[in-house]
């Protein structure tokens, strides 16, 4: 089991930044994928960005160029920098892992999920 606790959400205007931060606990030892999805209410969870064991990086069009992804392994701690956030951004940030070094976009395939933080953007 990964236990996964988000946080860094809060209130920015546009154009500003925000680093979210995901602390993983647990069976922390094995070679995991990361990823960041966000959700809006009546709408799936969307992809963000997702990053291998080895640091492989993977990203949603929408985030390509404003959003960076990182993993501290020792730390057992993931990342998401983003910056030039736009109000269309604004909504919860799940931070989500899988026992696998195989990237994907589907929510469905990762077992373990943070509870979440809100990330509000103001016009």
């Known amino acids: 089991q990964v236990q996964l606790i988000e946080s860094g959400g809060g209130l920015v205007q546009a154009g500003g930044s925000l680093r979210l931060s995901c602390a993983a606990s647990g069976r922390t030892s094995s070679s995991y994928t990361m990823t960041w999805f966000r959700q809006v209410p009546g709408k799936e969870r969307e992809f963000v960005g997702g990053?291998?064991?080895?640091?492989?990086?993977g990203y949603a069009d929408s985030v390509k160029g404003r959003f960076t992804i990182s993993r501290d392994n020792a730390k057992s701690t993931l990342y998401l920098q983003m910056s030039s956030l736009k109000p269309e951004d604004t909504t919860v940030y799940y931070c989500?892992?899988?026992?696998?070094?195989?990237?994907?976009?589907?929510?469905?395939?990762?077992?373990?999920w943070g509870q979440g933080t809100q990330v509000t953007v103001s016009s």
């Open positions: 990053i291998s064991w080895t640091g492989a990086t």
């Open positions: 989500a892992a899988r026992v696998s070094e195989i990237l994907t976009t589907r929510a469905n395939d990762f077992s373990f």
